[in-house]
Nanobody, 116 residues
Framework: QVQLVESGGGLVQPGGSLRLSCAASGSIFRFAVMGWYRQAPGKQRELVAV???????NYGDSVKGRFTISRDNAKMTVYLQMNSLKPEDTAVYYC??????????WGQGTQVTVSS
């Protein structure tokens, strides 16, 4: 079993920044892919960013150039630095751990609200 603990969500004004963190524990394997997805009300969950242990990244089109994912393999922690936030970034952000067998584990979600 894998446990994911997220932190860092909140309310921010448009143009502002936030940093999310997610720490994995339990039956974890350092070669797993970790990252972030988000879900806004009435919409499907979508990719924000993922990062492999080797440093390969994949970003959703809507966040490219504004968000940066990083990872501390020793701590099995993944971070999401979000800059130039827009109201359309408002969503619940979920940490994801994908095992080498392709099984997905999810965090409990953290709310990010971008509003003036």
């Amino acid at each position: 079993q894998v446990q994911l603990v997220e932190s860092g969500g909140g309310l921010v004004q448009p143009g502002g920044s936030l940093r999310l963190s997610c720490a994995a524990s339990g039956s974890i394997f350092r070669f797993a892919v970790m990252g972030w997805y988000r879900q806004a009300p009435g919409k499907q969950r979508e990719l924000v960013a993922v990062r492999s242990s080797g440093g390969s990244t994949n970003y959703g089109d809507s966040v490219k150039g504004r968000f940066t994912i990083s990872r501390d393999n020793a701590k099995m922690t993944v971070y999401l630095q979000m800059n130039s936030l827009k109201p359309e970034d408002t969503a619940v952000y979920y940490c994801n751990y994908r095992s080498t067998a392709g099984y997905d584990y999810w965090g409990q979600g953290t709310q990010v609200t971008v509003s003036s």
